[in-house]
DNA sequence: GTCTATATGCAGATAGAC
DNA sequence: GTCTATCTGCATATAGAC
């Protein structure tokens, strides 16, 4: 039915702008144009901006969220398990390179909201933790806690993609497709630079 | 003379509302606020407020470069130099714990100004990339490229900043104490863990 | 230099016809 | 469900008195 069809066109519209803009630089005007139809409509289909981005946002968090609970809870030794993780999160990023900026802005904006939906998710960080742990009691990692590597893990996985306005500018002469290939690099360079770091 | 004690105050309070709320999410009224005076005034001594804030976040920005430069332009081995980065980095970071996001933001919002502007203060990272080549072929160092390394060297640093709300509820029940002494332990996790990833 | 008052413009949201 | 027209509020910026 057209409502249907309506309403996923400005839900298409909103992912473009706020993904690019983020909740603050964004504008109603500019999410109707793109979808074709007019601000007043948009209020007919969300009551307020707020609530088309939360939308927008944890609609697409919960598309990222899975993969990496089914990383965790399955089978393979910790190094295998970062290297699948590495290999998840970088591919999602590389479908939408916006993300990271995305998220920064909203754990920024309202982290109680995120931590929250997180949660409800099933997103379970104390389970990882236990894991390293006891891979560092047993000696198979060298001595790290959890939050060092977890900011380690997603620092050099989000640093490119939050960066890139500077990096290729500054590290690849502003040439974009130099730059894709350096993207398509990292999660090889990753998993290799944290396996040096970590396993004895 | 009292026009430069106001217009102190005001870059004073500009540092203050700017680097927490950015340059879209800071209101001239509150810089006024904060100053003490009222937003006519302001903008008797600053046009508009993009000028503003160029004045603010350049400044700040200022005062981080020379220390960078110093360091690679002065004597020691890499692994000495890399060290003495991360060391002066995340020291200014502690100092600054709203600089990664306010710079991040910039990134995105005008990066050829940024990227002018480190040009004009004599970063120069081409120098930094032959230096990383040399020890790749002397062997003193495992095979990295410099954009690799450099990624993965701020991704550490900056990502504990800028996740900060989040990390602190997810990884420290929310204790800010806690983050603190995380934060304390940075420097040496970090170096020690390029070491380790390096070091043949 | 500093203030009060006001202009200007824009963005989110609503009213109401069709 | 979709539109045009409009309200409301807020933020930057300016005018003009002192």
Chains 1, 2 share one sequence.
């Not at 060092?148 to 939050?162: E, K, Q, R, S, T």
């Not at 944290?194 to 004895?200: E, P």
Request: net charge neutral; glycine share 6%.
């Amino acid at each position: 039915m057209s409502s249907d069809t309506t309403k996923e066109k400005i839900i298409q519209a909103a992912n473009d702008v706020f993904i690019l803009k983020g909740m603050d630089g964004a504008r109603m005007q500019e999410i109707a144009d793109e979808a074709g139809i007019n601000k007043a409509l948009l209020h007919y289909y969300f009551h307020s901006k707020e609530q088309l981005f939360k939308e927008v946002f944890y609609g697409i968090l919960s598309k990222l969220i899975p993969g990496l609970i089914l990383i965790f809870k399955g089978e393979g030794s910790l190094p295998d398990k970062i290297e699948a993780v590495v290999a998840e999160y970088d591919s999602f990023m590389f479908r939408n390179p916006f993300l990271p900026q995305f998220v920064i802005r909203e754990i920024n904006r309202d982290p109680d909201q995120l931590s929250g939906f997180m949660s409800d998710k099933g997103l379970d960080f104390e389970l990882v933790e236990k894991m390293i742990n006891k891979a560092v009691e047993a000696g198979t990692i060298r001595q790290i806690t959890f939050p060092h590597l977890f900011a380690n893990l997603i620092g050099m996985i989000v640093m490119p993609y939050i960066g890139r306005p500077l990096f290729q500018r500054k590290l690849f002469k502003n040439d974009p497709v130099k730059y894709d290939e350096f993207l398509r690099e990292r999660r090889v360079v990753i998993t290799y630079f944290i396996k040096q770091a970590m396993i004895c």
